[in-house]
């Protein structure tokens, strides 16, 4: 195997979700359609690598800026979801239930990893709520202790605004059955429980 396809390998192991041998077949498929695989595929990396940027105002990835969400003037303006990354914004985007703006922060506080309050986006996202056209804030972190801690931080600041700060709920799934639940998700599920 020649030193090109050994990189291009490496390259494609490095990539979330795949490993040496995916990263293998992944290359083998790339090398062996070269025209209707690979070709466009480096094309297509050379235009994100040269227009995809973080939205200054959002954090989520687009080729404009303001991104297309900010930018959208059927969003609602006064509502922003906070997500931990952009493919926790992506994944929020494809339920297709919030109708409203969004901030990343870039990560969790992790004093494991080394992660503080200056690492994250925290201090864009009080300028925003402190322009004062925002009436609520969505914590949407997730329902690790780094998430949690997290979304508590970020809502002892946001505490000096007149806003309404929400979480999302956490507990049973839809078509999840209790037996298969872990004691944690069940124990989230029956303290966040509500009225028919």
């Known amino acids: 195997m020649g030193a090109e396809l050994e990189r291009l390998i490496a390259a494609l192991a490095r990539l979330p979700g795949l490993g040496p041998?995916?990263?293998?077949?992944?290359?083998?498929?790339?090398?062996?359609k070269r025209e209707t695989l690979l070709r466009p595929l480096v094309l297509a990396l050379e235009a994100a690598a040269a227009t995809i940027?973080?939205?200054?105002?959002?954090?989520?990835l687009d080729s404009i800026d303001p991104c297309s969400i900010c930018s959208d003037p059927s969003r609602d303006e006064r509502v922003i979801c906070v997500v931990e990354t952009v493919g926790d914004l992506w994944a929020v985007e494809r339920a297709r239930a919030?109708?409203?703006?969004?901030?990343?922060?870039?990560?969790?506080?992790s004093a494991l990893a080394g992660r503080g309050p200056d690492d994250l986006r925290i201090d864009p996202?009080?300028?925003?709520v402190a322009s004062g056209n925002v009436t609520e804030v969505i914590l949407?972190?997730?329902?690790?202790?780094?998430?949690?801690?997290?979304?508590?931080?970020?809502?002892d600041r946001l505490a000096a605004f007149p806003v309404t700060i929400t979480r999302l709920a956490h507990g049973v799934p839809i078509g999840g059955e209790l037996g298969a639940l872990d004691d944690g998700t069940l124990a989230a599920a029956l303290r966040a429980r509500r009225p028919l």
């Open 53 to 60: 940027r973080p939205c200054s105002l959002c954090g989520n």
């Open 140 to 155: 949407a972190t997730s329902a690790t202790v780094d998430g949690q801690a997290t979304a508590h931080w970020v809502a």
């Open 21 to 32: 041998r995916s990263a293998r077949r992944a290359a083998l498929a790339l090398i062996e």
């Open 125 to 128: 996202l009080l300028k925003r």
């Open 98 to 109: 919030h109708r409203g703006l969004y901030h990343v922060l870039g990560g969790t506080l």
